[in-house]
Nanobody, 124 residues
């Protein structure tokens, strides 16, 4: 069965850090660009970050640039999102998704697989 499993979310105070993991089952991540997206209640889905298949290109939304870092370990079929200096406005459900084209994946288009998401809450 093809699916993603995200983990690492939780409740953290402003200024804190979390590392999200996205593990792929049933397919090999090597062939896909992987994006992290988030959706807060009442808001549209937002592309947060994206990493290319070959790990030579990354994208970050302006709202997270300098605070979040995306990385991948193809041997573990896993993509990570290190989130530092978290703010209350980062509160959302975070999803990972796979696409064949880096640019399309970056904008949330032509995605092949989605995860169920993990909740991140930033609050004092």
């Amino acid at each position: 069965q093809v699916h993603f499993v995200e983990s690492g979310g939780g409740l953290v105070q402003p200024g804190g850090s979390l590392r999200l993991s996205c593990v792929a089952f049933g397919f090999t991540l090597d062939y896909y660009a992987i994006g992290w997206f988030r959706q807060a209640p009442g808001k549209e889905r937002e592309g947060v970050s994206c990493i290319s298949r070959s790990d030579d290109s990354t994208y970050y939304a302006d709202s997270v640039k300098g605070r979040f870092t995306i990385s991948r370990d193809n041997a573990k079929n896993t993509v990570y999102l290190q989130m530092n200096s978290l703010k209350p406005e980062d509160t959302a459900v975070y999803f990972c998704a796979a696409g064949e084209d880096f640019s399309a994946t970056m904008f949330g288009e032509d995605l092949a697989y989605w995860g169920q998401g993990t909740q991140v809450t930033v609050s004092s």
